[in-house]
């Protein structure tokens, strides 16, 4: 299965964006499905994770304004961002974890070419 994000860009502080991630294959053979993010110099870190069950999880610097969810009909993930800040700048990846020990850990197969999002002060 191959992922492919898009719906990156340059807003302003305070703007939203969605991003898609468009599978090849069906997203629900997947136990969990999630964003993450890479800031210039920063590793890369999840944003948000929806598993099989419904469960959803997020990063505390995102809670209450970023929102997971997929469409199965369309294999497509998506990441719906509110109030954006200047810290959400970063390249967004998502990927197919494996929950372990209690965090998704990023399969190294599934890693896409990314999404920029920009957000100016």
């Known amino acids: 299965v191959q992922l492919v994000e898009s719906g990156g860009g340059l807003v302003q502080s305070g703007g939203s964006l969605r991003l898609s991630c468009t599978a090849s294959?069906?997203?629900?053979?997947?136990?969990?499905m999630g964003w993450y993010r890479q800031a210039p110099g920063k590793q890369r870190d999840m944003v948000a994770a929806?598993?099989?069950?419904?469960?959803?999880a997020y990063a505390d610097s995102v809670k209450g304004r970023f929102t997971i969810s997929r469409d199965g009909a369309t294999n497509t993930l998506y990441l719906e961002m509110h109030d954006l800040k200047v810290e959400d700048t970063a390249v967004y990846y998502c990927?197919?974890?494996?929950?372990?020990?209690?965090?998704?850990?990023?399969?190294?197969?599934?890693w896409g070419q990314g999404t920029q999002v920009t957000v100016s002060s």
């Open positions: 990927n197919a974890p494996d929950y372990i020990y209690g965090r998704y850990a990023p399969d190294p197969d599934y």
């Open positions: 294959g069906d997203i629900f053979k997947f136990f969990a």
């Open positions: 929806l598993n099989s069950d419904g469960e959803k």
